[in-house]
């Protein structure tokens, strides 16, 4: 979807004035933000686009999102992280000509909270470096973010890929819960291996590294009857959580180790690379977990 606003305003000596001809437009593909810069001034342009960090962070990005309806909501998303060290890259956009950057809007917003839901939004995007190269620029999109297809009582999706998948988590709030989502980067669907559905739902291709030898690994799987696996299918930009009690399960006899009681940095690996009418691959996602 594409929405074209763009506004660029100039802070001067003497006065502001608007000047249409620096200005931005942006679009959304799958659950990703595309803004692009236009130049048609009559000289080059050069201007930050982002901060190259562990992950891509964009400090002068900021958005908006509001649900579509009635009673719509808004959150604010902010693309900044901790980081350690960090460098400013540079556009130079010719007379002319533009440039675009892409940002996925589902990981930064769990990094800032609750996941994005599927669903249509409204989205305010400003993009502030007036503080540097006086440029303020104004646009806004709409969002769609689209549901996973449960297969668990329909017949088995069984698209193969081995690229386009992201492994998304993070801990629930103080609690002993980590939510684990499945996320679809690519262009087109994914047909995922999501779970094992018996008496509980169960994994086979998912662990948590709890720091390596020091804390150990918990598997997400335990002595089962009748259980079946279920594919889920992932449009563009589809995400398919599910939450795990690790209390409940480091305490299982499969796993039998102590939480620690502390700060560590986990590690979230999905292994479906034995899988041969799915999703074929093996993602990881790194995330901080204080265990009460």
Same mark, same amino acid.
């Given at each position: 979807m594409?929405?074209?606003v763009?506004?660029?305003l100039?802070?001067?000596?003497?006065?502001?004035?608007?000047?249409p $001809?620096f200005s931005?437009?942006t679009?959304?593909?799958?659950?990703?933000?595309?803004?692009?810069f236009?130049?048609?001034?009559?000289? /080059?342009i050069?201007i930050?686009?982002?901060?190259f960090?562990?992950?891509l962070?964009?400090d002068?990005?900021?958005v908006t999102?509001t649900?579509r309806g009635t009673?719509?909501?808004s959150?604010a998303?902010?693309f900044v992280?901790?980081r350690?060290k960090s460098?400013?890259?540079f556009?130079d956009?010719?007379?002319?000509?533009? +440039?675009?950057?892409?940002?996925?809007?589902?990981?930064?917003?769990?990094?800032?909270?609750? #996941?994005?839901?599927?669903?249509?939004? %409204?989205l /305010?995007? !400003?993009? $502030?470096?007036? !503080?540097?190269s006086? /440029?303020?620029?104004?646009?806004?999109?709409q969002l769609?973010? &689209?549901a996973p297809?449960?297969h668990q009582h329909d &017949?088995a999706c069984?698209?193969?890929a !081995?690229a386009?998948l %992201?492994?998304?988590?993070r801990?629930?709030g103080?609690?002993?819960?980590? %939510? +684990?989502?499945?996320?679809?980067?690519s262009?087109?669907?994914?047909?995922?291996?999501?779970?094992i559905v018996?008496?509980?739902t169960?994994? $086979?291709?998912l662990?948590?590294?709890l720091?390596?030898?020091e804390?150990?690994?918990i598997?997400?799987?335990?002595?089962?009857?009748?259980?079946? #696996? +279920?594919?889920? !299918?992932? #449009?563009?930009?589809?995400?398919s959580?599910?939450r795990?009690?690790l209390?409940a399960? /480091?305490?299982?006899?499969?796993?039998a180790?102590a939480l620690?009681?502390?700060a560590?940095?986990?590690?979230?690996?999905? $292994?479906?690379?034995?899988?041969?009418?799915s999703?074929a691959g093996r993602?990881t996602?790194?995330?901080?977990?204080?265990?009460p």
């Amino acid at each position: 979807m594409r929405i074209i606003v763009g506004l660029l305003l100039l802070p001067t000596l003497a006065a502001a004035e608007p000047a249409p $001809d620096f200005s931005i437009t942006t679009a959304t593909r799958g659950s990703a933000l595309i803004v692009t810069f236009h130049n048609q001034t009559h000289h /080059a342009i050069h201007i930050p686009t982002h901060m190259f960090a562990d992950v891509l962070q964009y400090d002068w990005l900021s958005v908006t999102v509001t649900t579509r309806g009635t009673h719509g909501t808004s959150r604010a998303l902010s693309f900044v992280t901790a980081r350690d060290k960090s460098y400013p890259v540079f556009a130079d956009i010719a007379i002319g000509k533009s +440039v675009t950057e892409t940002i996925d809007l589902v990981p930064w917003a769990l990094r800032g909270g609750e #996941p994005l839901a599927p669903g249509s939004y %409204e989205l /305010a995007v !400003t993009w $502030d470096t007036s !503080t540097s190269s006086h /440029a303020k620029l104004i646009a806004a999109a709409q969002l769609v973010i &689209a549901a996973p297809i449960d297969h668990q009582h329909d &017949a088995a999706c069984t698209t193969k890929a !081995t690229a386009g998948l %992201e492994l998304l988590a993070r801990q629930v709030g103080k609690t002993a819960v980590i %939510e +684990v989502g499945l996320h679809n980067v690519s262009t087109t669907e994914l047909c995922v291996l999501d779970r094992i559905v018996a008496n509980e739902t169960q994994s $086979d291709w998912l662990a948590l590294d709890l720091g390596g030898l020091e804390h150990g690994l918990i598997h997400f799987d335990d002595a089962r009857k009748k259980a079946g #696996p +279920v594919t889920v !299918t992932l #449009p563009p930009g589809a995400t398919s959580w599910q939450r795990w009690d690790l209390a409940a399960w /480091a305490a299982r006899k499969r796993n039998a180790i102590a939480l620690p009681h502390k700060a560590v940095w986990a590690t979230a690996v999905y $292994d479906s690379s034995s899988s041969a009418s799915s999703f074929a691959g093996r993602v990881t996602t790194s995330f901080s977990i204080a265990l009460p």
